[in-house]
């Protein structure tokens, strides 16, 4: 399984980019995962159709957008990409808009994304690392983030293990 902090790189990072509408958004982070050779151009026509289709479900909390397609829309190998917006844009979700986060992924089977989605739960569900990823300054620092944020949640999942004795090592 692989974690958010290894699907997500400077190349696939871009921070304050300024989009005009909810398309330009899910492009500028599918164009990412195009040029680091992750997805195959249509795939970000695929991001888009797909929520033209279905409407603004990729909207998943407020704020955020997580655009992706189907494997055979020319996924090359599992990866994910996210960018800051300069301005929040409206995508249509009453609920969740306006977006400033868009993360895009793409899958090439139907399980190696789960643990760098489920790193990504967590990490929307801290508020103070939100707020880091949108006023970082860099892609460094974005991705220094994220790792910090793994890191504490694998302690803290080691320290619950040994306190239930479920995890023993031998001598």
């Not at 699907?7 to 500028?28: C, N, P, S, Y």
């Not at 929040?88 to 400033?100: A, C, L, T, W």
């Not at 991705?143 to 910090?148: D, F, M, S």
């Not at 949640?153 to 320290?159: A, Y």
Request: aromatic share 4%; net charge negative.
């Amino acid at each position: 399984m692989t974690s958010l902090s290894q699907m997500l790189t400077e190349e696939t990072v871009a921070l304050g980019v300024r989009v005009h509408d909810w398309q330009e958004a899910v492009r500028a982070a599918g164009n990412l995962l195009v040029q680091a050779g992750k997805v195959e151009p249509r795939y970000v026509d695929a991001m888009i159709k797909m929520s033209q289709e279905i409407g603004p479900y990729i909207v998943i909390a407020p704020g955020v957008a997580l655009p992706h397609a189907r494997p055979e829309d020319g996924v090359r190998e599992a990866c994910m990409s996210l960018v800051t917006l300069d301005l929040p844009i409206y995508f249509g979700n009453e609920n969740n808009d306006p977006v400033r986060l868009v993360v895009a992924f793409g899958s090439a089977d139907s399980g190696a994304h789960i643990s760098a989605l489920s790193d990504l739960g967590r990490l929307l569900g801290d508020a103070s690392a939100v707020t880091g990823i949108l006023n970082a300054s860099s892609g460094a620092q974005l991705l220094e983030l994220v790792r910090r944020s793994q890191r504490k949640h694998n302690s803290k999942r080691i320290k619950e293990v040994d306190a239930h004795g479920s995890a023993q090592t031998s001598g």
